[in-house]
């Protein structure tokens, strides 16, 4: 599955793809990740949240939820950070608000806007939870995304170690195996920019929380880098 704007995608998915399109939505995802950028961290614009629900709709398909689910869970993945426009620190639950609001204003009825502005509260892992299928999809789409081409300032010399880790990543595949008990998460690490262990040093926390979502979702959470299972 991919989240592109195609006739089918459009009507199976139509509350994601009325929000792809949302003027005032776009305005706060661009004006977010410039607060990123202007704080030295990695792209959370349009890239990211691309990344983010193309994998939350790929989780959420290949273990056989029904397409209004997905939407759901689309439309969480597209407005997760939006908190970030108005301060880093406890950016989901202030994302979440935003998030009620514009859709409340768009007259998206409450049984639908639950459900995403609770996986949006819990995506983050200072203290998110994985409490439902979408909250775990969410957890795990969001904190796989790691690549080289997250890094907003190329400049070596300002590299810090968000920096070279992003950078180090060659290839990141999310992909779960055909029995559907397991979802693995697989880099491929260059190790002349980033060395594994800064890998855990600054992710760790993140990883633990992907292996409870899995576990919510009854998979089994498994990180391979450079063909080594490590968790």
């Known amino acids: 599955m991919t989240t592109n704007n195609t006739r089918d995608n459009a009507e199976r998915f139509p509350l994601f793809n009325r929000i792809k399109q949302d003027h005032d939505i776009g305005v706060y995802i661009k004006a977010q990740n410039e607060s990123m950028q202007a704080m030295g961290y990695t792209e959370h614009s349009f890239a990211h949240i691309g990344v983010v629900a193309d994998r939350v709709g790929y989780i959420l398909e290949t273990l056989g939820l029904d397409d209004h689910t997905i939407d759901l869970a689309l439309t969480a993945a597209w407005m997760h950070d939006l908190g970030n426009v108005i301060n880093r620190e406890d950016h ?9 609001y514009l859709l409340d204003k768009m007259g998206i ?123």
């Open 92 to 100: 989901s639950q202030s994302g979440a608000m935003m998030t009620f």
């Open 109 to 231: 009825p409450a049984e639908d806007i639950a459900p995403i502005i609770k996986a949006i509260g819990n995506h983050d892992e200072g203290c998110g939870l994985p409490v439902s299928n979408i909250a775990a999809a969410l957890i795990l789409a969001d904190k796989s995304d790691v690549r080289r081409s997250r890094v907003q300032d190329n400049d070596k010399r300002n590299f810090d170690i968000h920096d070279r880790v992003n950078y180090s990543v060659k290839s990141s595949v999310l992909k779960i195996n055909k029995e559907h008990t397991a979802i693995k998460l697989k880099l491929d690490i260059d190790t002349r920019y980033g060395e594994i262990g800064e890998y855990f040093e600054i992710f760790m926390e993140r990883m633990l929380l992907c292996r409870k979502a899995a576990g919510f979702l009854d998979l089994e959470f498994h990180l391979i880098i450079n063909e080594q299972t490590l968790m």
